[in-house]
């Protein structure tokens, strides 16, 4: 399953999306440690599959809660997508 | 040599005159529905006020999300350019300048000379501008102007769920009906509308002189959720409405003299 | 003869609220009665059903208290039928106010709920559903068993959601369950409503009906608008035939034939009420459940 967390309002596109196909293999989930801001979480989806999500509290507001990781100045790695050794973590912006 | 900068907002147009590095006169308008006419007015009124006429101003630069409606001006100039160079004028420290006007935010980092070197903007969502204070003192029914100066008179921290402005009314009607007071309601839409821009102004990185532009400026609630959030005193102009038009107007007079 | 309405100031966001049930049908003989809730932020539904198929529903406006609006949406679909509380099997809460529904006996996230139901509404040849809630937009995608492919939800903007065309159907005055078709009564399609934002929509469609734009053409301008806004999710999401679409906004006429012209994409037409998708795939979700032992 793909998963889009996020929004669109009228400032731009912002969502994270997680391949929960490749999530559910993934034994240690290094994504949610390398978030410094505590925006992901690991639960248990409808389909009882151990997945990423982003916790409920970022969902309307991910595109202020990333803000940290991308600063105006430069394009450094995101790093729960690059912790994702699997790639089934993307950005949208 | 005289020059003049005419900044259309979404809100209101804002004309400065000047002349040799002083200023003559300035005169805001409703922007309404028709700009042009909004500009001509506010133009005719501030030359009408410096008692210059219209063929002595050498040079006159547009800005502000109606700058093409201006058919007397030169030229035009963006947004961010005017802010900085206005901010800069009137506090040659400020290195960061934050302007939140009714319908755009935008943080700008810039150098001594007021300069740009880097910006990020808001816009196009309420949530992230002045319109969002203004619904939500609606749905207070609140005046716009007591928002601030009621959120002084509160200390707590109460979290608002809603992004939105229009869900957000909801989430202030609600907070009313379990008798949350006005001034906490208050507080609280000026620390999440603050927390907003300062996520904005972190991306481009904060520096020392911290200055606050553009008409929310007058609001002294949000001025104080941002320089908390940011732990940062923040200086603000006597008139923040007028510092895009006076970087206009300085920028005209730089260009003017080749 | 002339009424005087103007003594209370309409309402004119408010639909009407209903309930039904299969008179034909016996709950008595069935099985399992499963039950499902899906508490929204602007409305609740409640679905009941025999063995798997439809037998009653309603659906009223959420009230401030989300567990009491669970309980008396549920009591609501029960009612004439001769149903207690305690005849329901399983039941499942779904929605906004999922963690609210106290009967309940699991939650469900909506997204799969809406996936289940619109499969059994539609039928298992539905790949994408579009939900336009009261304060959300749901672009899924599902297989033939209703099982969820990938999803996006939007609730953060009111932009592309019920609550946004409430905003206009106030400042126009015109009520809400009309909207819709008044929005099709124009010569020409005009230029969408260029703000996304509600608020500066408000802010343009204010400034086009004093440059003298007849009601009609400004909803038409905003239904497009919007149209566009929600074309725009689902193609995030991937479209696939088939394509249903669920909610409050399923009935607005000029929202649904817009996002049909602009996908270049037939709806499948509703064979029931489009706002129980979420509900009703809940109740399904307690059938299920029963059936695997873990009721």
Known sequence: MFANYGYKDGSGEFFISVDTGRCAGCPDKGCVEACPEQVLEVITDDYDDQVIAVREEHRKKIKYSCAPCKPTGGTKEIPCVAACRLGGLRHSW | MITAGVDVGNKYTKVVVMKDGQVLSKYMVLSGFDQQQAAEEAYTRALAEAGVAREEVRCVLATGAGKGAVTFANDTITEVGADAKGAVFLFPSGRTIIDVGAEEGRAIKCDEKGRIVDFAINEKCAAGAGSFTEAMARALEVPLEEMGPLALQSSKVIPMNAQCAVFAESEVVSLIHSRVTKEDISKAVHDAIASRIISMARRVGVEKDLVMTGGVGRNVGFVKALGEGLEMAVLVPGEPEYVSALGAALAAAERAAG | ?295
């Not at chain 3, 209703?146 to 592309?160: Q, R, T, W, Y």
């Open chain 3, 1 to 295: 003869m002339v009424v005087n309405q103007a003594d209370k100031p309409k309402e004119y966001w408010r639909w009407t609220e209903y309930n039904w049930f299969d008179p034909s049908r016996d709950w008595r003989k069935a099985k399992i009665i499963s039950g499902g809730v899906d508490v929204g932020s602007v409305s609740t539904q409640a679905v009941i059903m025999l063995d798997g198929e439809l037998y009653a529903y309603s659906n009223m406006r959420t009230g401030s208290d989300s567990p009491d609006s669970a309980i008396k949406a549920m009591k609501w679909a029960m009612e004439n039928t001769g149903m207690k509380m305690e005849d329901l099997t399983y039941t499942v809460g779904t929605g906004y106010g999922r963690v609210n529904v106290p009967f309940a006996n699991k939650t469900v996230t909506e997204i799969a709920c809406h996936a289940r139901g619109a499969n059994y509404m539609y039928g298992s040849t539905v790949r994408t559903v579009l939900d336009m809630g009261g304060q959300d937009c749901k672009a899924i995608r599902c297989d033939e068993k209703g099982k969820v492919v990938s999803f996006l939800m939007n609730d953060k903007c009111a932009a592309g959601t019920g609550r946004g065309m409430e905003v206009f159907a106030n400042l126009l005055a015109v009520s809400i369950e009309e909207v819709g078709e008044m929005s099709l009564q124009v010569e020409k399609e005009p230029p969408p409503v260029s703000s996304t934002c509600v608020v500066f929509a408000k802010t343009e469609a204010t400034g086009l009906l004093r440059a003298g734009w007849p009601k009609e053409r400004v909803l038409a301008a905003y239904c497009s608008a919007m149209a566009h806004r929600v074309v725009s999710l689902l193609e995030r999401n991937g479209v696939e035939r088939d394509f249903a679409i669920t909610g409050g906004i399923a009935k607005n006429i000029g929202v649904v034939s817009r996002i049909e012209k602009e996908l270049n994409l037939k709806a499948l037409k509703p064979r029931y009420d489009t706002q129980i998708a979420g509900a009703l795939g809940a109740a399904l979700f307690a059938k299920a459940l029963v059936e695997k032992g873990k009721g």
